[in-house]
């Protein structure tokens, strides 16, 4: 029994592929195939596979059935959290989406799932991204002040949300945390933020961010320990479509 995770699988069987990456880099060669079979070679039926966000490019439901149907045929119990190009997920109408896939899918919204002794919370998150202005050396020396009000804005909103997931697991008697999200929990202006003050707060052991995929990106947030807590990358491609091993 084992628990996994990764994110941006970027699925198209029913929609039109938006991402130039996808069609140019190698690493996305065929990459649900080569996906699917690193899950049926690392995971067994009693392992959980969370995927945060970004699963399909279809822009409604009936644009993702065959993604979700992809999904629901890998090894293990499957939790899914949202990502900004998962538009056929509306957040009000999770309940509706889990009474059309449950127990084959679990789509985690304002709640919590358990794994052992953890709670499992999340979100999608967000983070200002730009525009930025750079000085020669590469250097952040501006930014849109308009965007990023804006930003603050859907921070704050996603904060609610994750502290809805933290509190009903902590009702419910919970003490030990992971945290996803699918946005990273700072940019590359932060050094702390929101999401990691609250994964402080909580006693969140580790937390499990995608969306930084093109290795250009790989470094855009915190990895590895900072301030007591482990933070992981885990956008597909950067695991080369191996899901990363969370907890045994």
């Not at 198209?12 to 592929?17: G, V």
């Not at 804005?153 to 009903?168: M, N």
């Not at 009702?171 to 945390?177: C, E, S």
Request: net charge negative.
């Amino acid at each position: 029994m084992a628990l996994y995770a990764i994110g941006d699988l970027h699925l198209h069987f029913q929609s039109e592929l938006r991402a130039p990456s996808q069609l140019r880099d190698r690493v996305w060669r065929n990459h649900e195939e080569t996906f699917r079979k690193n899950c049926e070679r690392l995971l067994t039926p009693e392992d959980t596979l969370v995927l945060i966000g970004d699963h399909s490019w279809g822009k409604k439901l009936s644009e993702c059935e065959k993604d979700l149907e992809y999904i629901c045929g890998l090894p293990g119990r499957k939790i899914l959290t949202r990502g900004n190009h998962d538009m056929f997920w509306d957040a009000k109408k999770t309940k509706q989406l889990n009474a059309l896939y449950q127990p084959r899918l679990t789509f985690l919204q304002d709640s919590y799932e358990s794994y052992q002794d953890y709670a499992l919370v999340g979100t999608k998150g967000y983070t200002f991204e730009g525009p930025f202005w750079v000085d020669r050396r590469g250097r952040v020396v501006d930014w849109d002040e308009g965007e990023k009000a804006h930003a603050d804005k859907l921070v704050e909103r996603e904060l609610v949300r994750l502290r809805t997931s933290f509190e009903l697991a902590w009702a419910d008697g919970y003490r030990k945390f992971i945290m996803f999200l699918h946005y990273p929990p700072t940019n590359i202006l932060e050094q702390r933020s929101g999401f990691t003050d609250m994964a402080e707060e909580f006693g969140a052991d580790q937390v499990i961010y995608a969306h930084c995929h093109g290795e250009s990106r790989f470094h855009d947030s915190v990895q590895g320990v900072f301030r007591g807590r482990t933070y992981h990358l885990a956008s597909g491609d950067f695991l080369r479509w191996q899901p990363l091993k969370v907890l045994p």
